[in-house]
């Protein structure tokens, strides 16, 4: 059995399968709605239902109020048809996107390696090739846990289709994370699906860019530098890089060799906790810091992408805007869980993100 559903103001009707989430539906068509955890609780996937009848799911009720739901409001990431539905959604127009359907891949492990101490990259050999924008990310499904999935963005480049890389960092007590380090092997298969997000670089604005990343978010700016340079982009671009020691600074050789090849690439790599008396000679401290001190606290004129863990991000929103770049023109990738959405972690200096 299934559905028609009608995406308002786009006036554009798609099918959805019984059981299928709205939010599901619409991405499978390639049609973005804004969304954010996934789990029914940060509410930014909240739409209007102006006709038909629909099961709200396990959406949280402080994320979904009560007379929210008499007002015919309901979260799209939780809610399902019940009958032919009409919504009224926020979509914004975005000249950068492509608009790609998520679609459902396979793969086998061709693949892995310890690039630091807690973080492993994988590589999947697809089925077939995968179009994606960089900075985007993927679910992946472990058949062994269940079917547990969790998000992983791409660390590859686009031109790189038919095979994928994910940088895994594990997460103390967290299933997936721990499998995927202690179980996985090469010539396994896995499935996932995607792509996902809208954390992409707005390469129509033609300016600068400076990419801020932390721990394991290293994977989407990797991603969108290896892909601008492959396109023979020429714009100045600023990669500044944290981790707390040598031993979990990862790709540093290759991002050391890229700034090299490229005169419009720089890489400021920074170290937090690195022992005093090391032969470190790079910038020390967390990432705003190494980046407020490359730019002199200015920051006008660029655009800046942001990937890392809440405080990192956090950090450096309030760097970037003591420097003059405003809300415009920052973009970020936070790595949100279902315990991040319950405590409803949100800059207090942007809308949503």
Request: hydrophobic share 40%; glycine share 8%; aromatic share 10%.
């Amino acid at each position: 059995m299934s559905y028609e559903l009608t995406i308002e103001p786009l006036g554009q009707t798609i099918e959805v399968e019984d059981g299928q989430t709205i939010l599901d539906a619409a991405l499978r068509a390639g049609i973005y709605l804004p969304h954010a955890c996934c789990h029914g609780l940060c509410a930014t996937c909240k739409v209007q239902v102006t006709d038909g009848e629909i099961d709200h799911g396990e959406a949280s009720t402080f994320a979904l109020m009560d007379f929210e739901r008499e007002e015919n409001k309901c979260l799209a990431c939780c809610a399902r048809l019940e009958s032919d539905v009409v919504i009224e959604a926020e979509i914004e127009d975005d000249p950068d996107s492509l608009n790609l359907p998520v679609e459902d891949y396979a793969g086998e492990v061709v693949r892995i390696e310890s690039l630091t101490p807690t973080i492993k990259g994988i590589w999947l050999k697809l089925d077939r090739p995968m179009q994606f924008q960089a900075g985007q990310y993927v679910n992946l499904e472990i058949d062994a846990l269940g079917g547990q999935s969790r998000a992983f963005s791409l660390a590859n480049a686009p031109q790189t289709d038919d095979v994928v890389e994910l940088n895994v960092r594990i997460v103390p007590g967290g299933q997936v994370t721990t499998w995927l380090h202690e179980q996985l092997k090469v010539g396994d298969r896995l499935k996932f699906s995607g792509p996902y997000g809208r954390f992409f670089v707005k390469k129509s604005a033609q300016v600068p860019l400076v990419f801020m990343a932390g721990g394991s978010g290293l994977s989407s700016p990797k991603s969108m530098i290896e892909d601008l340079l492959d396109e023979g982009c020429t714009l100045p671009m600023t990669l500044v890089y944290g981790q707390r020691s040598r031993a979990e600074l990862y790709y540093d050789a290759e991002f050391r060799a890229l700034a090299g090849k490229y005169p419009n690439f720089s890489y400021v790599p920074a170290l937090s906790e690195e022992a005093a008396g090391s032969d470190w000679d790079g910038a020390r401290g967390f990432v705003h810091e190494a980046a407020k001190a490359h730019f002199g606290n200015d920051f006008r004129g660029h655009k800046a992408y942001l990937c890392g863990p809440p405080a990192m991000i956090e950090a450096c929103i309030t760097t970037l805007i003591q420097g003059r770049l405003f809300e415009r023109d920052i973009y970020m990738e936070k790595f949100f869980s279902a315990a991040d959405a319950s405590q409803q972690l949100k800059s207090p200096l942007f809308r949503n993100i």
